[in-house]
């Protein structure tokens, strides 16, 4: 008896561990993941990494105006502690969101490249953390972020550049998670990309933060092929450079990089599980057009009639007027009465006055119109029943 008893405990103990392991449609527990969010925050630059032990690193919040959606974000993601804060360099496209964040957020650690700004920007990101009470500790290569889940290790800039020159100081960051790379690259440019390439480091990845919106001076073909990036994401919004170039999407074309953009997906995640990574939205082709010329080449037509008046007297007149094509398209309406069909001319836009005269009140006059617009012939219709 007492050895079936402990046979019994035994099983028991077995069936709760498998329990614990096996969800309830049978299907192992899912590894934990990474996710690595780039926040829309129009021209500028914020990107949220989640690690798989549930620590936050945020880089940059971009523009002033672009804090409180920041900060929604983050609380929407139920973030409430960012343990590494990263203001990549002093553009305002950059760090002029964080203050709002450094207010609204704990925040744990700050860093920052040993860079200084005289803009009011930059001085307010610098009261922000003071007033925390926090230190800015130095974002240079080889200096290891204090995360334990992944590998988080900034790899630019290596060496010092000319103060005005704020674009190449940019903090360049590498996060590892097992098989999952990613390089966010801040704004940094041509130079910086060969210096860091001069100086050896280990740039390959699997998801490029593409530098500078995308801009022709930065991603160069020499460090596309250097990075060997499978993925790219372009943070940017409607801008005055012509961001992202033509020259940028065509490198990326040609490495046969899957692009994605904020200022055609908005907010983009990436979950990476260690082995493989998933995006939330589809990608675009690196030389996708922009919204505004995406939209004009997909426009369609759709011409609509219609009478003012669908039960009107013997021998008064009703008003035509058509719509879906653009203003001044001629067309033809065929007014199909009980004896006879007449037809009339009339334009997009402009109203038509036909008299009736004698209709039949007890038969329905349908009225078939039809128009062509670029080699491409559009109908509509509509009908009355005299009185």
Known sequence: MRYHSKLWKILLSVMVVLSVLVLPNGSQAAAKNMTVHFIDVGQGDSTLIHTPDGKNILIDAGKKQAGPTVVKYLKKKKVKTIDVLIA???DSDHIGGLPKVIQSLKVKNVYAPKVSHTTKTYKDFLNA???KKLKIKTAKVNVKLPV???KAVFVGPVKTYPKSDTNDWSAVLKVTYKKNTFLLTGDAQDRAEKDMMKKGQKLNANVLKVGHHGSKGSTSTAFLKKVKPAYGVISVGKNSYGHPTKETLNRLKKAKVKVYRTDKSGNIVATANGSTIKFNVKAASASTPSKKSAKKKAATYKMTATLNN???KQYSTVKLNVKGLPKGTKY???????TKDTV???KIGKTL???ISRASTSYRVNVNVSAKYKS????AKTSFLPK
């Open 88 to 90: 990549t360099h002093p």
């Open 353 to 355: 006055l036909v008299k």
């Open 148 to 150: 334990k889940s992944v």
């Open 129 to 131: 953390v003071k007033k």
């Open 332 to 338: 033809k309406a065929v007014f199909h009465y009980k």
């Open 310 to 312: 669908t039960r009107p």
């Open 376 to 379: 491409k012939t559009y109908k």
């Open 344 to 346: 009339y001319q009339g």
